[in-house]
C-alpha cells in the first residue's frame, strides 16, 4: 500500500512537496480565469497551462505532464470522455478531474471506468475545487462532493442507481449535442449557436451533422419537432 509523501504542511501537496501542478481546459476563458484564480500559488497550486478545446488538453498535458488536468466533459472539437481517453493511453499517470455543469449517472460511470479521479459540478466549483484538487492529488477519489477512497463501492452504488433509475432516452447525442438541439428549437442560427457557446459555426454544422445521423432526421424544422416530441428538450414555459 502506498503512502503519501508530503514533505512540508498542507499548502504543498504535490510531489516531493512541490505545489501540484495544474493544466486547465475549459472552452470558455471566464471559467478557464475563474478557476486560475482559485488555484492560486499560495495554496499550493501552480497552473502550468490551459485549453480551449480537447486537442489542445491533449497537447497541453503531454507537454506539460501535470499532476492534475481538470477537464471540461463538454469540450469542442473533441468531447471531454474521447480526450480523457487519448491522454490516459499516452500519459496514464495524469490524474483527470472533470469539471461539468451536468453529467448523467451513465456518464459518470464510464468517466470513472475510463479513468477520471474526480468530478466537480461547476455551480460547486467555489465551494468544491480546491478540496477535490486535494483529494486527488493525494491519491483519493472526488464524486458528489466527497473525497472517496473505495472506488469500487462507490462505483457499485452508482451501477445500482442507474439500474433503478434509468436515464431518458438521448438517441447517443452528447451533452453539447443536446445543447445544440435546445438552440435549433429555440430557432437560433448557426451563427447564434456559434456565437453563445464560443466555437466556429464549421463546428456547429458537424455537431448537427452528427445529431441529424443519430436522430434520423433531415432538416431543422424535423428536428425540432423530433427534439420536442421525444422530450430531448425541456419546455420553460
Known amino acids: 500500500m502506498k503512502a503519501a509523501t ?10 516531493s512537496g512541490l505545489p501540484v501542478r495544474i493544466v486547465i481546459a475549459d472552452d470558455h476563458p471566464v471559467v ?25 488538453a491533449i497537447t497541453q498535458t503531454l507537454e506539460h505532464e501535470p ?8 469540450m469542442p472539437r473533441l468531447p471531454g470522455l474521447e480526450t480523457m481517453r487519448a491522454i490516459m493511453s499516452r ?51 472526488w464524486i ?15 451501477m445500482q442507481r442507474a439500474a433503478a433509475q434509468p436515464e431518458r432516452k438521448t438517441y447517443g447525442l452528447t451533452p453539447r449535442e ?27 454544422k458537424r455537431h448537427l451533422s452528427n445529431v441529424f445521423d443519430k436522430t434520423g432526421v433531415s432538416t431543422r424544422l424535423e428536428l425540432a419537432l423530433f427534439a420536442i416530441s421525444h422530450k430531448l428538450v425541456q419546455a420553460d414555459n
Open 91 to 141: 500519459s496514464p499517470g495524469v490524474k483527470i478531474v472533470l469539471l461539468t455543469s451536468a453529467i448523467t449517472t451513465q456518464q459518470l460511470i464510464e468517466a470513472l471506468q475510463i479513468g477520471a479521479r474526480g468530478i466537480v459540478l461547476k455551480d460547486s466549483v467555489a465551494g468544491d475545487l480546491s478540496q477535490a484538487v486535494r483529494a486527488v492529488a493525494g491519491g483519493d477519489y
Open 178 to 204: 443536446l445543447e445544440v438541439v435546445s438552440c435549433i428549437v429555440e430557432g437560433c442560427s448557426n451563427k447564434d449557436i456559434a456565437k453563445q457557446f464560443s466555437i466556429s459555426e464549421e463546428t456547429v
Open 67 to 74: 499532476d492534475i488536468l481538470l477537464l471540461d466533459l463538454q
Open 6 to 15: 508530503s514533505k512540508s504542511g498542507a499548502h504543498s501537496i504535490g510531489h
Open 144 to 158: 458528489g462532493g466527497e473525497r472517496v477512497v473505495n472506488l469500487v463501492k462507490a462505483l457499485h452504488d452508482l
Open 32 to 56: 478557464r480565469f475563474g478557476v486560475r484564480n482559485m488555484l492560486a500559488p499560495e495554496h499550493g497550486f501552480d497552473v502550468v497551462g490551459e485549453a480551449e478545446d480537447g486537442d489542445v
